[in-house]
């Protein structure tokens, strides 16, 4: 984690990520967006509810914004993995592929909480979206 944080406070040439594979993954996330967290339970369950939407970033908050314009808070199923390359894009990999911030995609999941209610960033944005995954069909 600091050599990450080193890396992107020297702009190196080199992406940063942060694995997901352990029960702390939800305390840890990239150094920049404070707004954001991974599921650190296997099989949490989430909102059985579709949306599309596209990952965007705003200042130092990583959102989630639906096709209304509605933007959550995003947490993420266990096992994700969020990296920012050196020209600053996301790309979050979950459900077994890869989704590049600003790229529409249909999302399982909903309005939620996980952990301690008010937990995150609230100057991002008001409510969180626990993301289960993508929907069966291409992105």
Request: charged share 20%.
């Amino acid at each position: 984690m600091a050599r990450c944080f080193a890396v992107l406070l020297a702009f190196a040439a080199c992406a940063c990520s942060v694995p997901a594979g352990n029960d702390t993954a939800e305390q840890r996330p990239v150094p920049q967006f404070s707004n954001y967290r991974i599921i650190a339970e296997p099989e949490y369950p989430t909102p059985d509810s579709f949306s599309n939407g596209k990952f965007i970033t705003v200042g130092s908050c990583l959102l989630l914004e639906t096709e209304s314009g509605r933007r959550f808070n995003p947490v993420f199923p266990h096992g994700t993995e969020v990296t920012v390359a050196p020209d600053g894009k996301v790309a979050i990999s979950f459900s077994g592929r890869v989704v590049n911030q600003g790229n529409v995609v249909p999302l399982k999941g909903g309005s939620g909480e996980y952990g301690q209610v008010g937990s995150l960033d609230s100057s991002c944005a008001e409510k969180n979206f626990i993301v289960g995954g993508l929907r069966d069909q291409d992105i």
